[in-house]
């Protein structure tokens, strides 16, 4: 059943909603009338029909503008079912909190009388036409909740998940990938919005950024072209199950060539999401580049003076207050590649497969300051965890075992002169002199310059994006390229790709 005719059954049946987070209210439900004390309302849950999803187009905004791009729309008062007007096609829509009980919505300027609640609908007449509106300059299928949630706004797109699929595939594969690759992108992304679905945790299903999934909405559909909706429609319902539970279908650009288990990044773990040796990822450097992209998904460099190191530290203290680097002077900072046990959270004595970093740690004259696994990238804006941090100042030192020691900070190291002598490196001058295979070179005594070079870019874990690309190109159709990101080969069976 679509929402609409879900939407108009509420005529005739009680209305069922589902308030979140009230601390004190009274409900009567009489018909489709629902009484209750909105100032205690914290988010409505509006039950729709098993493939159409709650996408979050704006929230907490003080004001909202729509209008009809094509088709046939009505707007109407949800909780009572009374139609506010039936030419919505007719200018712009402005809608606005009324203290934190209700909406006030004007037609070009002019105020429109008649609601009597705190949820509007604009809903679509009937699904024949290709139904189109516009908010905030970008045009969406589909019908839209607005909320007054106590004294704001929140927007929420009512989609069928196909249509939905429309304006996400394209948005978020590669333009100009292999057929296979669109496809494969359809039913992950499908598998990934059902799944958020089926385990709600607000009053939405998703969002539309990468903190989700992007969603353009119809004007990345018409922009994408015809293969986008092709490969949405030649894999209709197709999502993917592990055990006879839909996975989370995590994706990501680039994993750098190898991608890895969820444990070592975030801090759950599946069996389903296990780092896997994807070469395939190389591709992002074979094609056309324009101002690095996409070679910079696959390799990347990040370097930072100290001062601008410095610049970076104050900026993130500014905007963590709660997870402040105050260590004094940096002497070095410090990578670890410990994997993690599944099962206990401990390290182990082992590196993560892909050789991503679990821990960086800013060692300074005062202390040490520790992130872990994905919380690394934002401390430097850094595409991946999978990769090593040089110094200017680093040298390899002989030691007395007959192997060598890496050193990065060496203002407090000593050595023996033409006399024989321990002394301080170059007395307490900054730098001191190397004599090496390029003759004599002069090195920091701590460093003045670092370098990040990694590959890949996102979390690294399920499909990579780049990698499909590659697989597609060599071949493999979406089936195969699915179950090698998400380890069909290890779990005999278990994991299927199948309809909804």
Same mark, same amino acid.
């Given at each position: =059943? +679509?929402?609409?005719? &879900?939407?108009?059954?509420?005529?005739?049946?009680?209305?069922?909603?589902?308030? =979140?987070?009230?601390?004190?209210?009274? @409900?009567?439900?009489?018909?489709?009338?629902?009484? *209750?004390?909105?100032?205690?309302? &914290?988010?409505?849950?509006?039950?729709?029909?098993?493939?159409?999803?709650?996408?979050?187009?704006?929230?907490?905004?003080? &004001?909202?503008?729509?209008?009809?791009?094509?088709?046939?729309?009505?707007?109407?008062?949800?909780?009572?079912?009374?139609? @506010?007007?039936?030419? #919505?096609?007719?200018?712009?829509? =402005?809608?606005?909190?009324?203290?934190?009980?209700?909406?006030?919505?004007?037609?070009?300027?002019?105020?429109?009388?008649?609601?009597?609640?705190?949820? *509007?609908?604009?809903?679509?007449?009937?699904?024949?036409?290709?139904?189109?509106?516009?908010? =905030?300059?970008?045009?969406? /299928?589909?019908?839209?909740? @607005?909320?007054?949630? +106590?004294?704001? *706004?929140?927007?929420?797109?009512?989609?069928?998940?196909?249509?939905?699929?429309?304006?996400?595939?394209?948005?978020?594969?590669?333009? %100009?990938?292999?057929?296979?690759?669109?496809?494969?992108?359809?039913?992950?992304?499908?598998?990934?919005?059902?799944?958020?679905?089926?385990?709600?945790?607000? +009053?939405?299903?998703?969002?539309?950024?990468?903190?989700?999934?992007?969603? %353009?909405?119809?004007?990345?559909?018409?922009?994408?072209?015809?293969?986008?909706?092709?490969? #949405?429609?030649?894999?209709?319902?197709?999502?993917?199950?592990?055990?006879?539970?839909?996975?989370?279908?995590?994706?990501?650009?680039?994993?750098? $060539?190898?991608?890895?288990?969820?444990?070592?990044?975030?801090?759950?773990?599946?069996?389903?999401?296990?780092?896997?040796?994807?070469?395939?990822?190389?591709?992002?450097?074979?094609?056309?580049?324009?101002?690095?992209?996409?070679?910079?998904?696959?390799?990347?460099?990040?370097?930072?003076?100290?001062?601008?190191?410095?610049?970076?530290?104050?900026?993130?203290?500014?905007?963590?207050?709660?997870?402040?680097?105050?260590? %004094?002077?940096? !002497?070095?900072?410090?990578?670890?590649?410990?994997?993690?046990?599944?099962?206990?959270?401990?390290?182990?004595?082992?590196?993560?497969?892909?050789?991503?970093?679990? !821990?960086?740690?800013?060692?300074?004259?005062?202390?040490?300051?520790?992130?872990?696994?994905?919380? @690394?990238?934002?401390?430097?804006? *850094?595409?991946?965890?999978?990769?090593?941090?040089?110094?200017?100042?680093?040298?390899? #030192?002989?030691?007395?075992? $007959?192997?060598?020691?890496?050193?990065?900070?060496?203002?407090?190291?000593?050595?023996?002169?033409?006399?024989?002598?321990?002394?301080?490196?170059?007395?307490?001058?900054?730098?001191?002199?190397?004599?090496?295979?390029?003759?004599?070179?002069?090195?920091?005594?701590?460093?003045?310059?670092?370098?990040?070079?990694?590959?890949?870019? $996102?979390?690294?874990?399920?499909?990579? !994006?780049?990698?499909?690309?590659?697989?597609?190109?060599?071949?493999?159709?979406?089936?195969?390229?699915?179950?090698?990101?998400?380890?069909?080969?290890?779990?005999?069976?278990?994991?299927?790709? /199948?309809?909804?």
């Amino acid at each position: =059943m +679509n929402l609409q005719g &879900s939407l108009d059954k509420l005529n005739s049946k009680p209305l069922k909603i589902v308030v =979140m987070g009230i601390a004190s209210m009274l @409900i009567i439900i009489l018909g489709a009338v629902l009484f *209750l004390n909105p100032l205690f309302v &914290s988010g409505a849950q509006i039950s729709c029909p098993p493939t159409t999803l709650r996408v979050a187009l704006g929230l907490n905004l003080s &004001s909202t503008e729509f209008s009809v791009f094509e088709g046939k729309y009505e707007l109407v008062d949800y909780i009572t079912q009374r139609v @506010i007007s039936t030419d #919505v096609g007719n200018g712009v829509w =402005m809608v606005a909190p009324a203290g934190n009980s209700n909406i006030q919505i004007y037609n070009n300027g002019n105020s429109i009388n008649g609601l009597g609640s705190f949820i *509007l609908i604009l809903r679509q007449k009937d699904n024949l036409n290709n139904n189109v509106f516009q908010y =905030m300059n970008k045009r969406y /299928r589909g019908n839209i909740v @607005i909320e007054n949630l +106590n004294g704001r *706004l929140q927007i929420i797109n009512f989609v069928d998940v196909e249509k939905y699929l429309y304006g996400v595939v394209g948005s978020e594969m590669i333009p %100009g990938a292999p057929e296979e690759a669109y496809k494969s992108q359809a039913v992950v992304s499908r598998t990934y919005a059902l799944y958020h679905k089926e385990h709600p945790q607000l +009053n939405y299903d998703v969002g539309i950024s990468t903190q989700w999934q992007v969603y %353009g909405g119809y004007d990345s559909e018409v922009s994408k072209g015809t293969l986008v909706k092709k490969a #949405v429609d030649d894999t209709y319902g197709q999502v993917v199950y592990y055990d006879n539970s839909l996975i989370q279908a995590f994706f990501h650009s680039n994993s750098g $060539g190898y991608t890895e288990s969820c444990e070592n990044v975030w801090y759950s773990n599946f069996p389903y999401i296990q780092p896997v040796y994807t070469p395939e990822d190389a591709c992002a450097i074979q094609v056309p580049q324009s101002g690095g992209w996409p070679g910079n998904t696959y390799s990347w460099e990040k370097s930072f003076t100290r001062d601008a190191l410095m610049d970076k530290i104050k900026n993130w203290n500014n905007k963590h207050s709660d997870n402040i680097i105050n260590v %004094g002077e940096i !002497q070095e900072i410090s990578v670890s590649r410990l994997a993690v046990d599944p099962q206990t959270r401990e390290d182990l004595s082992t590196e993560t497969e892909s050789g991503r970093a679990t !821990q960086l740690d800013f060692i300074g004259t005062r202390g040490v300051k520790s992130f872990e696994r994905d919380g @690394i990238r934002p401390v430097f804006g *850094l595409r991946s965890t999978l990769f090593e941090v040089i110094y200017d100042s680093t040298v390899k #030192v002989w030691n007395a075992f $007959g192997s060598q020691d890496v050193l990065s900070c060496t203002k407090n190291s000593y050595g023996i002169d033409t006399d024989k002598m321990v002394t301080k490196l170059n007395g307490n001058e900054t730098y001191y002199y190397v004599l090496g295979n390029d003759g004599i070179t002069t090195v920091p005594k701590t460093f003045t310059k670092v370098i990040f070079k990694g590959k890949g870019n $996102g979390h690294g874990l399920g499909m990579s !994006q780049w990698g499909a690309y590659g697989m597609a190109l060599k071949g493999n159709d979406y089936k195969k390229i699915i179950e090698h990101f998400y380890n069909q080969d290890k779990y005999d069976g278990k994991l299927e790709i /199948r309809q909804y």
